[in-house]
């Protein structure tokens, strides 16, 4: 500042500085005009946030005039702002349901749009472009542009409809009027163009609901790590076979029980489950090689690839989960009980889906009703959709209710492919690497071409260097000098195969099972769910119940699936699909009741060949004792399909606490401490109990201390079912070689010690006071947005996320709320709805949403039913059109 400057500074400090005794007199009113002008400013600003907030509401009263309809079209809405769509043919019924979806839902469906396409980067920038590119690696949009092109023509003629209702919301609207999130993007990364929706856009959901849950090809990539630095009697403790004599399957029903359905069917020419696995584990394995893969590809930019099994594992959960990381954790439960064991003499059916919390919730509830039914117009149904999706996936008609829970059937294997000058050796004759390009836009960079690579196997989407060569050893027991053979410009890579990369019908499947009305139409439709692999029970207004297992799951070579397999060996490859006649399926059983909860469907040599990795069957066994217990004393209700949901008795209590009851605390008075805290728990893991917390960092302080620092670092114990099992058999061993290390020699020191950590390790994250201690403060749960709830900026978080809140349950759990031990103790998993539905009565059903009908932050039903839903509450499920007008709070109507 210059000397100028500071003499007019001063100038203008005196001029406004007021004349003395008038100080305190013009301060005063100084204040009182800036206070004035903040409170203005404020105001001004809440007006318009509370305005951008608001503007992307949608209309849900009054009329609404809609171009294309064929008709009028009511929407009610009830007092959870769920809507039922009422229509007099179907293209109005669906064209209407596409109008609701973007109303409430569409920037979800855009994201998922650009998720399932390969897009992201034009949203977020360059930080997506990986992402992007190993989406478009897989190929989904393409996959499902051939089945849009296959689909008959009621079915595509209704995905028309559905588009052309989302469309007609979309008109003349700008981004911010549509979803708050597009200004938050066009903040960052400038406007958003939003595009029309397309059958194509819809159906590539369905690709991205399969890769979600895909069975078993991060269980391949673990078991090929582990088997690099593991013997042969280590694999068999820590990938142990599946209890049979304990613990329940689908068909069997009661532990070590033999299947009695005629429905059940198996091939003679296939090994059992659990003989696969033997012969996998009987494979000795060999010590790894630091080897230096050669360079995957010369010349161009082409799409990168992870280097090693690692790195893909790693790349694979770094992907969007629209529905969760894959984990064990994401499954299901449902069961159905006969009218025979019912207080209503009519059969109730339960499910409850396992996949990871999201801000919206995954599901969509709606009603969808013709006027009069009809062959043109056959629908009168209501359940769970998905926004993007026509139809309902989950939930009732006038006739019959399904649920559905993972089947988790071996439909993905990763395939080691010997590649060599831009060819793929075969046994049968090499053949060339198929190639093509695509252009990725970026959000404020210039758009990048990539170069995608194919086997007749699938998708190159990694390298194989480095230690986890050794894959190619344990696969097969070939020798590690055969691998290295060859000219030097010879490489491996992993393809991917996969049933969903192939053409399917899932998306006529859908339509089908809404409009079914008995069993036969209902397995008439499930022999088109080809993809995802689903668990399906079934009952019916006639008092029947049933399941059925559909999909397309491939008959093996020699390969079984437990490993990586030799792409050079055709006689590992695939042998075509298992006929649906073929697949499990139970109709009616003696026992009056049927239980899924990802457990084996048949024991062992009853059905053709499906899995080796299937959930370990604590949710199974809870709920199967469970509802014995129920019908043994009486009728079974809802509200006792209820209880049931919400069980969170935790799988490893019973059988731990007594053995550390027994350990000597000697002057520890920790130990001793834990041990008066455990002795009055019930082995439940109330959202309030101190027991609860502190046997949870227990749990997780045995997987860290005894078995994390065996394994190799790629696969830590993550805990859940497979853990509490394996822990299971080795508290049966005291002087095991997992419980010895440097420091203690047998179980019952390494329990000693672990107690002590686990103590420690409470206090520090709760408190010094036992008593001020819930497995709810550890155990939270935070709701977010999908796609800007991870941005990293606080501010735009608060937006959109919810919580965190407070839950009960946790993982191997019929409550699943499930948790990563390797990570920590926030919930990752969740129960995404719960119905329970009444065939004696559909207006006496029960249902609840993890969040709420609205995908729009701030709208009064964004997130209305997550308290309910963590207390296991849920609410009324109205049906017929008189219960329906009693909860109608709000009533549209559409008029062509």
Same mark, same amino acid.
């Given at each position: 500042?210059?000397?100028?400057?500071?003499?007019?500074?001063?100038?203008?400090?005196?001029?406004?500085?007021?004349?003395s005794?008038?100080?305190?007199?013009?301060?005063?009113?100084?204040?009182?005009?800036?206070?004035?002008?903040?409170?203005?400013?404020?105001?001004?600003?809440?007006?318009?946030?509370?305005?951008?907030?608001?503007?992307?509401?949608?209309?849900t009263d009054?009329?609404?005039?809609?171009?294309?309809?064929?008709?009028?079209v009511?929407?009610?809405?009830?007092?959870?702002?769920?809507?039922?769509?009422?229509a007099?043919n179907?293209?109005?019924?669906?064209?209407?349901?596409?109008?609701?979806?973007?109303?409430?839902?569409?920037?979800?469906m855009?994201?998922? /749009?650009?998720?399932?396409?390969?897009?992201l980067?034009?949203?977020?920038g360059?930080?997506?472009?990986?992402?992007?590119?190993?989406?478009?690696?897989?190929?989904?949009?393409?996959?499902?542009?051939k089945e849009? !092109?296959?689909?008959?023509?009621?079915?595509?003629?209704?995905?028309?409809?559905?588009?052309?209702?989302?469309?007609?919301?979309?008109?003349d609207?700008?981004?911010?009027e549509?979803?708050?999130?597009?200004?938050v993007i066009?903040?960052?990364n400038?406007?958003?163009?939003?595009?029309?929706w397309?059958?194509?856009?819809?159906?590539?959901?369905?690709?991205?609901m399969?890769?979600?849950? /895909?069975?078993?090809?991060e269980?391949?990539?673990?078991?090929?790590?582990?088997?690099?630095?593991?013997?042969?009697?280590q694999? !068999?403790?820590?990938?142990?076979?599946?209890?049979?004599d304990?613990?329940p399957?689908?068909?069997?029903?009661?532990?070590?029980?033999?299947s009695?359905?005629?429905g059940?069917?198996?091939n003679g020419?296939?090994?059992?489950?659990?003989?696969?696995?033997?012969?996998?584990?009987?494979?000795?394995?060999?010590a790894?090689?630091?080897?230096?893969?050669?360079?995957?590809h010369?010349?161009?930019?082409?799409?990168k690839?992870?280097?090693?099994l690692?790195?893909?594992?790693?790349?694979?959960?770094?992907?969007?989960?629209l529905?969760?990381?894959?984990?064990?954790?994401?499954?299901?439960?449902?069961?159905?009980?006969?009218?025979e064991h019912?207080?209503?003499?009519?059969?109730?059916?339960?499910?409850?889906?396992h996949?990871?919390?999201a801000?919206?919730?995954?599901?969509?509830?709606?009603g969808?009703?013709?006027?009069e039914?009809?062959p043109?117009?056959?629908?009168?149904?209501?359940?769970?959709?998905f926004?993007?999706?026509?139809?309902?996936?989950?939930?009732?008609?006038?006739?019959i209710?399904?649920?559905?829970?993972?089947?988790?059937?071996?439909?993905?294997?990763?395939?080691?492919?010997k590649v060599?000058?831009?060819?793929?050796? /075969?046994?049968?004759?090499d053949?060339?690497?198929?190639?093509?390009?695509?252009?990725?836009?970026?959000?404020k960079e210039?758009?990048?071409? %990539?170069? %995608?690579?194919?086997?007749?196997?699938?998708?190159?989407?990694?390298?194989?260097?480095?230690?986890?060569?050794?894959?190619?050893?344990?696969?097969?027991?070939?020798?590690?000098?055969?691998?290295?053979s060859?000219?030097?410009?010879?490489?491996?890579?992993?393809?991917?195969?996969?049933?969903?990369?192939e053409?399917?019908?899932?998306?006529?499947?859908?339509f089908g099972?809404?409009?079914a009305?008995?069993?036969?139409?209902?397995?008439q439709a499930?022999s088109?769910?080809?993809?995802?692999?689903q668990?399906l029970?079934?009952?019916?207004?006639?008092?029947?119940?049933?399941?059925?297992?559909?999909g397309?799951?491939?008959?093996?070579?020699?390969g079984?699936?437990?490993?990586?397999?030799?792409?050079?060996?055709?006689?590992?490859?695939?042998?075509g699909?298992?006929?649906?006649?073929?697949?499990?399926?139970?109709?009616?059983p003696d026992?009056?009741?049927?239980?899924?909860?990802?457990?084996?469907?048949?024991?062992?040599?009853?059905?053709?060949?499906?899995?080796?990795?299937?959930?370990?069957?604590?949710?199974?066994?809870?709920?199967?004792k469970?509802?014995?217990?129920?019908?043994?004393k009486?009728?079974?209700?809802?509200a006792?399909?209820?209880?049931?949901?919400?069980?969170?008795?935790?799988?490893?209590?019973?059988?731990?606490?007594?053995?550390?009851?027994?350990?000597?605390?000697?002057?520890?008075?920790?130990?001793?401490?834990?041990?008066?805290?455990?002795?009055?728990?019930d082995g439940?893991?109330d !959202?309030?109990?101190?027991?609860?917390?502190?046997f949870?960092?227990?749990?997780?302080t045995?997987?860290?201390?005894?078995?994390?620092?065996?394994?190799?670092?790629?696969v830590?114990p993550?805990?859940?079912?497979?853990?509490?099992?394996?822990?299971?058999?080795?508290?049966q061993?005291?002087?095991?070689?997992?419980?010895?290390?440097?420091?203690?020699?047998?179980r019952d020191?390494?329990?000693?010690?672990a107690?002590?950590s686990?103590?420690e390790?409470t206090?520090?994250?709760?408190?010094?006071?036992p008593?001020?201690?819930r497995?709810g403060?550890?155990?939270?749960?935070?709701?977010?947005?999908?796609?800007l709830?991870?941005?990293?900026i606080k501010? %735009?978080?608060?937006?959109?996320? /919810?919580?965190?809140?407070?839950?009960?349950?946790?993982?191997?759990?019929?409550?699943a709320?499930?948790?990563?031990?390797?990570?920590g103790?926030?919930?990752?998993?969740?129960?995404?709805?719960?119905?329970?539905?009444?065939l004696?009565?559909?207006?006496?059903?029960q249902w609840?949403?993890?969040?709420?009908?609205?995908?729009?932050?701030?709208?009064?039903?964004?997130?209305?039913?997550?308290?309910?839903?963590?207390?296991?509450?849920?609410?009324?499920?109205?049906?017929?059109?008189d219960?329906?007008?009693?909860h109608?709070?709000d009533?549209l109507?559409?008029?062509?």
């Amino acid at each position: 500042m210059t000397d100028a400057d500071s003499e007019d500074s001063n100038a203008l400090v005196a001029a406004v500085r007021p004349p003395s005794g008038a100080h305190r007199f013009v301060s005063a009113k100084v204040l009182i005009r800036i206070l004035a002008a903040v409170l203005v400013l404020v105001l001004i600003l809440t007006l318009l946030g509370v305005f951008l907030v608001r503007r992307s509401f949608p209309t849900t009263d009054g009329d609404i005039s809609l171009p294309g309809l064929n008709g009028e079209v009511s929407v009610t809405r009830d007092d959870s702002g769920v809507p039922t769509v009422e229509a007099s043919n179907s293209h109005d019924l669906f064209m209407a349901q596409g109008f609701v979806h973007a109303q409430d839902r569409f920037w979800e469906m855009d994201f998922r /749009r650009h998720v399932t396409s390969g897009r992201l980067s034009e949203l977020f920038g360059e930080s997506q472009f990986s992402t992007d590119s190993f989406i478009r690696t897989l190929g989904w949009r393409k996959v499902a542009e051939k089945e849009v !092109a296959a689909l008959d023509d009621k079915t595509l003629a209704y995905y028309e409809a559905y588009a052309e209702g989302v469309n007609a919301y979309l008109h003349d609207k700008s981004p911010t009027e549509v979803s708050l999130e597009y200004g938050v993007i066009g903040l960052q990364n400038g406007g958003v163009e939003i595009e029309e929706w397309t059958p194509v856009d819809s159906v590539s959901w369905l690709k991205a609901m399969a890769w979600d849950l /895909r069975s078993n090809v991060e269980d391949e990539i673990d078991r090929a790590i582990s088997q690099s630095t593991l013997d042969d009697e280590q694999m !068999a403790d820590i990938y142990p076979d599946y209890p049979y004599d304990t613990r329940p399957t689908i068909i069997g029903g009661n532990a070590g029980a033999k299947s009695r359905a005629a429905g059940s069917k198996g091939n003679g020419d296939s090994k059992s489950d659990k003989g696969k696995a033997d012969d996998s584990k009987a494979r000795k394995s060999k010590a790894a090689e630091d080897e230096t893969g050669d360079e995957a590809h010369a010349g161009g930019e082409v799409t990168k690839t992870p280097s090693n099994l690692g790195e893909l594992k790693q790349h694979l959960r770094s992907l969007p989960a629209l529905l969760g990381v894959n984990s064990h954790d994401i499954g299901s439960n449902s069961w159905v009980v006969s009218g025979e064991h019912t207080a209503t003499g009519a059969p109730l059916l339960a499910n409850d889906p396992h996949l990871a919390p999201a801000m919206p919730s995954v599901w969509h509830q709606i009603g969808l009703r013709c006027t009069e039914i009809t062959p043109e117009c056959p629908f009168d149904v209501s359940g769970f959709s998905f926004s993007g999706l026509p139809g309902v996936v989950i939930g009732h008609n006038q006739s019959i209710a399904w649920g559905l829970t993972n089947l988790g059937p071996d439909v993905a294997d990763l395939v080691v492919e010997k590649v060599r000058d831009g060819e793929v050796i /075969r046994d049968s004759g090499d053949e060339a690497v198929t190639t093509r390009k695509e252009t990725v836009k970026i959000a404020k960079e210039e758009p990048r071409e %990539i170069t %995608i690579r194919s086997t007749r196997n699938g998708p190159l989407i990694s390298d194989l260097n480095g230690p986890h060569r050794s894959v190619l050893d344990a696969s097969t027991g070939a020798n590690t000098a055969d691998t290295k053979s060859g000219p030097a410009d010879e490489h491996y890579q992993l393809a991917l195969q996969w049933t969903a990369l192939e053409p399917g019908n899932t998306a006529s499947a859908i339509f089908g099972l809404n409009a079914a009305t008995n069993w036969k139409e209902f397995r008439q439709a499930a022999s088109r769910f080809d993809v995802p692999s689903q668990n399906l029970i079934y009952a019916d207004t006639a008092g029947n119940i049933g399941y059925q297992a559909p999909g397309k799951i491939p008959k093996r070579g020699k390969g079984d699936g437990m490993l990586p397999r030799h792409g050079w060996k055709t006689d590992e490859d695939w042998q075509g699909y298992i006929d649906f006649k073929d697949l499990p399926s139970l109709y009616n059983p003696d026992r009056g009741w049927i239980v899924t909860a990802n457990n084996p469907v048949t024991p062992p040599g009853e059905s053709v060949q499906l899995s080796d990795d299937f959930d370990y069957g604590d949710r199974a066994r809870r709920i199967t004792k469970l509802l014995r217990d129920t019908m043994a004393k009486g009728p079974v209700t809802t509200a006792d399909m209820s209880r049931i949901q919400g069980d969170d008795l935790n799988p490893l209590a019973l059988t731990l606490i007594p053995l550390l009851e027994d350990i000597d605390a000697g002057k520890d008075t920790d130990i001793a401490k834990a041990q008066k805290l455990l002795a009055d728990w019930d082995g439940r893991d109330d !959202a309030n109990s101190a027991a609860a917390a502190y046997f949870n960092v227990l749990s997780k302080t045995i997987l860290d201390e005894v078995f994390a620092p065996k394994l190799p670092d790629a696969v830590p114990p993550a805990g859940g079912s497979r853990w509490y099992l394996i822990i299971k058999n080795q508290l049966q061993k005291p002087d095991s070689q997992w419980w010895a290390d440097d420091k203690v020699d047998n179980r019952d020191e390494a329990l000693a010690r672990a107690m002590d950590s686990a103590w420690e390790t409470t206090e520090d994250l709760l408190g010094s006071e036992p008593v001020t201690w819930r497995w709810g403060i550890l155990h939270r749960l935070t709701i977010r947005n999908a796609s800007l709830g991870e941005s990293g900026i606080k501010p %735009i978080e608060r937006l959109f996320n /919810r919580g965190p809140y407070e839950v009960a349950g946790g993982s191997g759990e019929v409550n699943a709320t499930g948790w990563d031990a390797s990570v920590g103790f926030e919930t990752n998993w969740v129960p995404s709805m719960r119905q329970i539905v009444d065939l004696k009565d559909f207006n006496h059903s029960q249902w609840i949403n993890l969040t709420g009908a609205s995908g729009h932050a701030f709208h009064p039903h964004y997130a209305d039913q997550t308290e309910d839903w963590a207390a296991n509450r849920t609410r009324p499920w109205p049906y017929t059109p008189d219960a329906l007008g009693r909860h109608t709070e709000d009533s549209l109507v559409l008029r062509p």
